[in-house]
């Protein structure tokens, strides 16, 4: 511990600051590792969650080969289902990196100040 009260709020401060940002740099990466697998309601049938719902080829070429079945749509609601998920992945990871800095910054703050103290 800090001798003096003030240098010893500052190192508790400090601390705090790295856990949370440890736990919410935890939490970004967790959310950008683990993407969603099923497509919202009406995006595409070519989404790969969506695919898999079938049991064999035959059904998927059914469903493909449907009335009704607009190629084109299909692939553009798939790829703009893939462009969210990408721009969300990033977007975690980017609260990740920057919270992983933080936390890095105040255990050197810690670190220094309990060099001094």
Same mark, same amino acid.
């Given at each position: 511990?800090? =001798? ?14 790295? +856990?949370?940002?440890? %736990?919410? +740099? ?9 993407? /969603? ?24 070429? /059914? ?9 084109? /749509? ?18 975690? $990871?980017? %609260?990740?990196? $920057? ?11 810690? =670190? ?6």
């Amino acid at each position: 511990a800090l =001798s003096s009260p003030i240098e010893n709020a500052t190192a508790v401060l400090a601390l705090t600051i790295a +856990a949370g940002a440890a %736990v919410t +740099a935890g939490i970004s990466v967790f959310a950008a590792l683990f993407p /969603r697998t099923k497509a919202r309601s009406g995006t595409s049938s070519l989404y790969f969650g969506e695919i898999a719902r079938h049991k064999d080829a035959s059904s998927l070429i /059914r469903e493909i080969e449907s009335e009704g079945f607009d190629l084109n /749509r299909q692939l553009a609601n798939q790829a703009l289902a893939c462009s969210s998920i990408c721009v969300a992945k990033m977007r975690w $990871v980017k %609260v990740s990196s $920057v919270a992983s800095a933080v936390s890095i910054a105040s255990i050197a703050a810690f =670190s220094l100040l309990m060099s001094i103290g």
